[in-house]
Structures are given as structure tokens and as C-alpha cells.
T-cell receptor, first 116, second 115 residues
Framework: AQKVTQAQTEISVVEKEDVTLDCVYETRDTTYYLFWYKQPPSGELVFLIRRNSFDEQNEISGRYSWNFQKSTSSFNFTITASQVVDSAVYFC?????????????FGDGTTLTVKP | EAQVTQNPRYLITVTGKKLTVTCSQNMNHEYMSWYRQDPGLGLRQIYY???????DKGDVPEGYKVSRKEKRNFPLILESPSPNQTSLYFCASSFRGVTGANVLTFGAGSRLTVL
């Protein structure tokens, strides 16, 4: 069975601080996808990034960066110079491929609060 | 506008009264799925569908039914709702990538209360 663990339930930072959200996953599949989604206080779920299991290239997009390490089964997400608008619940997710391609497993989420 | 539409957005019902939450997408996506969100438990997949007439159980399918008779629609049916099904429900869809499912597009959510 697949499992996604987000050990940090809640994080609180002051604006302009950097913050890293941790995600550790378990799967027996050799090919899979990893995602981060954001749920702001308004409630909608917004896609942030996708990585497939054979692409360990880390990425920076503006204030966001992602660190995928297959050796440690981790897919961490960093916000640099956090802003109040970054306050949200962040979900890490894993999707299978092949015959179970529609199956997705989400972590419990990390609630990030950025204080002014 | 590309979107996933769920209805109703809010519903209060009583134990045992059958209800259906509809979900429709206009993006011609092959994959559709239902999730429930409960405090501290993240999003848990209820059922998913990889194409018309192809559905499979997710992690928490008990008490729910689904059907996929048309590509655009994927209703969630609660035959006999119970209070433990009080939750926030999300429908999602995605197109089929080269090796599997792609990015999920979510509906706005349906908040269901069972008394």
C-alpha cells in the first residue's frame, strides 16, 4: 500500500522567513508521480508542482523550490521569503501509474500560517 | 472555462435518506475521482474511474457508490447516509498522460452534513 507522510501538522512563521514543508512517501512502484497542492482559506485545491519518479531534477520557481530525493523517498517544498498570502494547507500526494493510474494517496496536510 | 462542477455545494440531510452528489467536467478528461476531506486526515480517495464504465475502489469506499456512464459525469451516491459520512467532498478529474494520471483539477467541494 502507498503512504504519504507529512510529519508537520502546523507551521507558523513570520513574514519573510523561509519555510520548508516535508513530505516522505512509501511505494513499491518503480514509476510514480509526486505532487504538491495548496488549499488556501477559501477552500479550493490548487496544483503547485508535479514530479515523476525518474526526474530528480530539483526546481525553483520564483519563491518556491522543490527537493526530490528518491534515495530518501522525500519530496520537500520550500517557500523563500514567505508572505501572508502563502498561508494555506499544503498537501503532498502520490499517484500510481499503469493499471492503477487513477489511484492517488494524499498526506494529511501541513497548515502553514504566515504572520505579518 | 475548463472546470469541474459539483452539486450541491452544501447539503444537510438525515440518516438513511439517499442522496447523490453530482460531478461534471468539461475537459474531456479520462480520469475522475472522489475524495473526502476530514480534519487531520487530509484527502482520502473514495472511488476513481479511469474511463467510462471503469471504476475502482479507493481507500475509503464503504458506504458509497459511483457510476461512470458518460465520460463527463461521475456522480457519488450515498444509499443510506450515516453521521460518519459528514465531510467535505471533492470531485477531481485529469487526463491520461503517457504513463498515467496527470494533474488533478478539483471541483469547489461539497459540504455534507448527515444528522
Amino acid at each position: 500500500a502507498q503512504k504519504v507522510t507529512q510529519a508537520q501538522t502546523e507551521i507558523s512563521v513570520v513574514e519573510k522567513e523561509d519555510v520548508t514543508l516535508d513530505c516522505v512517501y512509501e511505494t513499491r512502484d518503480t514509476t510514480y508521480y509526486l505532487f504538491w497542492y495548496k488549499q488556501p482559506p477559501s477552500g479550493e485545491l490548487v496544483f503547485l508542482i508535479r514530479r515523476n519518479s525518474f526526474d530528480e531534477q530539483n526546481e525553483i520557481s520564483g519563491r518556491y523550490s522543490w527537493n526530490f530525493q528518491k534515495s530518501t523517498s522525500s519530496f520537500n517544498f520550500t517557500i523563500t521569503a514567505s508572505q501572508v498570502v502563502d498561508s494555506a494547507v499544503y498537501f503532498c500526494a502520490l499517484s500510481e501509474t499503469g493499471t492503477n493510474a487513477g489511484k492517488s494517496t494524499f498526506g494529511d496536510g501541513t497548515t502553514l500560517t504566515v504572520k505579518p | 472555462e475548463a472546470q469541474v462542477t459539483q452539486n450541491p455545494r452544501y447539503l444537510i440531510t438525515v440518516t438513511g435518506k439517499k442522496l447523490t452528489v453530482t460531478c461534471s467536467q468539461n475537459m474531456n478528461h479520462e480520469y475522475m475521482s472522489w475524495y473526502r476531506q476530514d480534519p487531520g486526515l487530509g484527502l482520502r480517495q473514495i472511488y476513481y474511474s479511469m474511463n467510462v464504465e471503469v471504476t475502482d475502489k479507493g481507500d475509503v469506499p464503504e458506504g458509497y457508490k459511483v457510476s461512470r456512464k458518460e465520460k463527463r459525469n461521475f456522480p457519488l451516491i450515498l444509499e443510506s447516509p450515516s453521521p460518519n459520512q459528514t465531510s467535505l467532498y471533492f470531485c477531481a478529474s485529469s487526463f491520461r498522460g503517457v504513463t498515467g494520471a496527470n494533474v488533478l483539477t478539483f471541483g469547489a467541494g461539497s459540504r455534507l452534513t448527515v444528522l
